[in-house]
Protein backbone atom coordinates (compact mmCIF):
# COMPACT_ATOMS: atom_id res chain seq x y z
CA UNK A 1 0.00 0.00 0.00
CA UNK A 2 1.19 3.62 -1.00
CA UNK A 3 -0.04 6.89 -0.84
CA UNK A 4 0.56 9.41 -3.21
CA UNK A 5 2.74 12.35 -2.37
CA UNK A 6 -0.71 14.80 -1.92
CA UNK A 7 -2.76 11.92 0.06
CA UNK A 8 -5.28 12.08 -1.62
CA UNK A 9 -4.95 8.59 -3.16
CA UNK A 10 -4.20 5.27 -2.09
CA UNK A 11 -2.59 2.68 -4.14
CA UNK A 12 -3.12 -1.03 -3.03
CA UNK A 13 -0.98 -3.68 -4.65
CA UNK A 14 -2.93 -7.33 -4.87
CA UNK A 15 -0.31 -10.19 -4.79
CA UNK A 16 -2.97 -12.68 -4.86
CA UNK A 17 -5.12 -10.76 -7.05
CA UNK A 18 -4.48 -9.55 -10.70
CA UNK A 19 -3.54 -5.90 -10.26
CA UNK A 20 -3.84 -2.93 -8.32
CA UNK A 21 -6.83 -1.06 -6.83
CA UNK A 22 -7.11 2.54 -6.14
CA UNK A 23 -8.68 4.52 -3.47
CA UNK A 24 -9.85 8.17 -2.65
CA UNK A 25 -8.15 8.37 0.77
CA UNK A 26 -10.73 10.54 2.61
CA UNK A 27 -13.79 8.70 1.16
CA UNK A 28 -12.38 5.09 1.33
CA UNK A 29 -14.09 4.28 -2.32
CA UNK A 30 -12.60 2.71 -5.05
CA UNK A 31 -11.31 5.29 -7.98
CA UNK A 32 -9.88 2.31 -10.54
CA UNK A 33 -8.91 -1.11 -10.33
CA UNK A 34 -6.08 -2.20 -12.81
CA UNK A 35 -5.51 -5.27 -14.05
CA UNK A 36 -1.64 -5.88 -14.55
CA UNK A 37 -1.48 -9.92 -15.90
CA UNK A 38 -1.00 -11.10 -12.23
CA UNK A 39 0.18 -10.61 -8.79
CA UNK A 40 1.68 -7.22 -7.68
CA UNK A 41 3.89 -6.36 -5.01
CA UNK A 42 6.13 -3.25 -4.05
CA UNK A 43 4.89 0.33 -5.21
CA UNK A 44 6.94 3.55 -5.65
CA UNK A 45 5.84 6.86 -6.13
CA UNK A 46 8.17 9.03 -8.62
CA UNK A 47 8.85 12.03 -6.23
CA UNK A 48 6.50 14.94 -8.13
CA UNK A 49 3.62 12.42 -8.11
CA UNK A 50 3.14 11.71 -11.85
CA UNK A 51 3.83 8.30 -11.70
CA UNK A 52 3.76 5.31 -9.96
CA UNK A 53 5.91 2.03 -10.51
CA UNK A 54 4.34 -1.56 -9.39
CA UNK A 55 6.04 -4.82 -9.65
CA UNK A 56 4.50 -7.45 -11.32
CA UNK A 57 6.07 -10.45 -9.90
CA UNK A 58 3.80 -13.22 -11.76
CA UNK A 59 5.04 -11.18 -14.74
CA UNK A 60 8.59 -10.33 -14.23
CA UNK A 61 7.94 -6.35 -15.16
CA UNK A 62 7.66 -2.91 -13.45
CA UNK A 63 3.91 -1.31 -14.54
CA UNK A 64 4.84 2.41 -14.80
CA UNK A 65 0.76 4.08 -13.78
CA UNK A 66 0.06 7.42 -14.85
CA UNK A 67 -1.10 9.15 -12.25
CA UNK A 68 -3.16 11.95 -13.55
CA UNK A 69 -4.80 9.34 -16.13
CA UNK A 70 -4.45 5.63 -14.13
CA UNK A 71 -3.65 4.45 -16.85
CA UNK A 72 -0.48 1.91 -17.59
CA UNK A 73 1.62 4.21 -18.91
CA UNK A 74 4.82 1.52 -19.67
CA UNK A 75 6.35 -1.52 -18.83
CA UNK A 76 10.05 -1.96 -17.41
CA UNK A 77 11.54 -5.41 -17.82
CA UNK A 78 12.75 -6.53 -14.53
CA UNK A 79 13.83 -10.20 -15.18
CA UNK A 80 12.96 -13.01 -12.65
CA UNK A 81 9.77 -11.97 -10.12
CA UNK A 82 10.43 -8.46 -9.16
CA UNK A 83 9.28 -7.40 -5.46
CA UNK A 84 10.26 -4.44 -3.41
CA UNK A 85 10.93 -1.13 -4.99
CA UNK A 86 13.12 1.59 -3.77
CA UNK A 87 13.59 5.79 -5.31
CA UNK A 88 17.07 6.90 -5.86
CA UNK A 89 17.85 10.60 -6.44
CA UNK A 90 21.56 10.95 -7.72
CA UNK A 91 23.48 14.42 -6.39
Known amino acids: ?31 KRIDLGGGAAGIQMQPDGSRAYVACTGGDYVAVIDL ?7 RINAGPEPDGLAWSLRR
Open 1 to 31: MKFTPDGKLVLISLLGGSGLVILHSATHKEI
Open 68 to 74: KTLEIAG
